[in-house]
């Protein structure tokens, strides 16, 4: 089946640096992706929608200049979060249309700003 | 405003028994739901969809119900069994081709064994 890979799962990070997630789709190709955000005992948030070749779309509430989404191939869109704060430690997973209907999630990746 | 609302935080069951696991909406342009299953610190896995043109849908031993004059839906497990404890999230999506899914808090399901 389709898979979706997130890349790091785990990352701590000092307040005011960057941090970059990766997420491949390993064995189709996905023009759009999905990034959702979940705090602890809340649902998921969609945060954006990654285009390729194109800008990604932000949902409302979510400052572009800090959640930098790129999609530059087929198979590859990556998050970064600018000048992290502890108030954006939280778990961010991806997603991709695999097939009709359906999305197919990475594991997720949690963020720790000290 | 919450337009995918579960609201049981968590159900125990013991194994064997059906697990109901229920899902209430808002926005009647939803057109597609989809329940998924998630583990601590994993993504989310897909366990059953269904359409709003149907009011059942069937999957071994998962079956999800929709009603819609009532916006609500259901998904059934019978037997539960303990692999089955995790957290379930309800998902709808509105009509098109916009893949945007809109998530339920989701509900911590136990089954003892």
């Known amino acids: 089946g389709a898979v979706v890979s997130q890349h790091p799962s785990w990352v701590i990070c000092k307040s005011g640096t960057s941090v970059k997630i990766e997420c491949r789709s390993l064995?189709?190709?996905?023009?759009?992706m999905f990034w959702y955000r979940q705090f602890p005992k809340q649902s998921l948030m969609l945060m954006a929608t990654?285009?390729?070749?194109?800008?990604?779309?932000?949902e409302q509430g979510v400052e572009k200049d800090k959640f930098l989404i790129n999609h530059a191939s087929l198979t590859l869109s990556t998050l970064t979060v600018t000048s992290a704060h502890p108030e954006d430690s939280s778990f961010y997973i991806c997603?991709?249309?695999?097939?009709?209907?359906?999305?197919?999630f990475g594991a997720g990746s949690r963020l720790t700003v000290l | 405003d919450q337009q995918v609302k579960q609201n049981s935080p968590s159900l125990s069951v013991q194994e064997g028994r059906i697990s109901i696991l229920n899902c209430d909406y808002t926005?009647?342009?939803?057109?597609?739901f989809l329940w998924y299953k998630k583990y601590p610190a994993e993504g989310p896995t897909f366990l059953i969809s269904?359409?709003?043109?149907?009011d059942k849908n069937e999957d071994g031993r998962f079956t999800v119900f929709l009603n819609k004059s009532a916006k609500h839906l259901s998904l059934h497990i019978v037997p539960s069994q303990p692999g089955d404890s995790a957290v379930y999230f309800c998902?709808?999506?509105?009509?098109?081709?916009?893949?945007?899914?809109?998530f339920g808090k989701g509900t911590l399901l136990t089954v003892n064994p």
């Open positions: 990654s285009n390729e070749g194109s800008k990604a779309t932000y």
């Open positions: 998902a709808a999506r509105s009509g098109g081709s916009n893949y945007k899914l809109t």
């Open positions: 269904i359409s709003s043109i149907k």
């Open positions: 926005n009647s342009m939803f057109d597609y």
């Open positions: 064995d189709f190709q996905a023009t759009t």
């Open positions: 997603s991709a249309k695999a097939g009709a209907n359906v999305l197919t």
